[in-house]
T-cell receptor, first 113, second 110 residues
Framework: NAGVMQNPRHLVRRRGQEARLRCSPM?????VYWYRQLPEEGLKFMVY????????ESGMPKERFSAEFPKEGPSILRIQQVVRGDSAAYFC???????????FGPGTRLLVL | KNEVEQSPQNLTAQEGEFITINCSYS?????LHWLQQHPGGGIVSLFM???GKKKHGRLIATINIQEKHSSLHITASHPRDSAVYIC????????????FGKGTKLTVNP
């Protein structure tokens, strides 16, 4: 059973470009969480999704950031018009059900030049 | 004040020592998680607990709900235990988002 997959593992973008981060949860998991780890800072919650639904997006910046988890395919975290402050590691986690153990992916390291 | 506080921030030990990392939280929680982040950045879930004590190999996690406190113990520490250990709490209430402590960086010397 493959673990949580994230791609790309590293992403370089110039200011103003778009970044798309993908997360494939573990097989049988329908709950996905996105977290961000800024350099030298702790992890922060961004968004919690179930298939086709956003359950909690209280940690998402109001502008430029969006997330989806379609019926088919991976969850996508999209950052439009990236700025240098978006440079961070973005981790996805998945769980089989609500209030169960979350399994983390390897992360995507985003660098904005 | 952070909702989740960990101590110590940094910890250096000699191989074989018994290690304790502490976590205190100030909010109501559905569960507490202990995570391990290796130098390469990958994150592994070690424990999820809402009461009592759990043990896995050389790792033991305890939680005291009344005191809002948890401890992670490592027995017979080894250099391969060197990592950042992160305490996180699930807030429940319809969203199992995690709120994280800042982590404890553990270095175990041979």
């Amino acid at each position: 059973n493959a673990g949580v997959m994230q791609n790309p593992r590293h992403l370089v973008r110039r200011r103003g470009q778009e970044a798309r981060l993908r997360c494939s949860p573990m097989k049988g998991h329908s709950h996905v969480y996105w977290y961000r780890q800024l350099p030298e800072e702790g992890l922060k919650f961004m968004v919690y999704l179930q298939k086709e639904n956003i359950i909690d997006e209280s940690g998402m910046p109001k502008e430029r950031f969006s997330a989806e988890f379609p019926k088919e395919g991976p969850s996508i975290l999209r950052i439009q018009q990236v700025v240098r402050g978006d440079s961070a590691a973005y981790f996805c986690a998945s769980s089989r059900d609500y209030q169960e153990t979350q399994y983390f992916g390897p992360g995507t390291r985003l660098l904005v030049l | 004040k952070n909702e989740v506080e960990q101590s110590p921030q940094n910890l250096t030990a000699q191989e074989g020592e018994f290690i304790t990392i502490n976590c205190s939280y100030s909010v109501g929680i559905s569960a507490l998680h202990w995570l391990q982040q290796h130098p390469g950045g990958g994150i592994v879930s070690l424990f999820m607990l809402s009461s009592g004590k759990k043990k896995h190999g050389r790792l033991i996690a305890t939680i005291n709900i009344q005191e809002k406190h948890s401890s992670l113990h490592i027995t017979a520490s080894h250099p391969r235990d060197s990592a950042v250990y992160i305490c996180a709490v699930g807030l429940g209430g319809g969203s199992e988002k995690l709120v994280f402590g800042k982590g404890t960086k553990l270095t175990v010397n041979p």
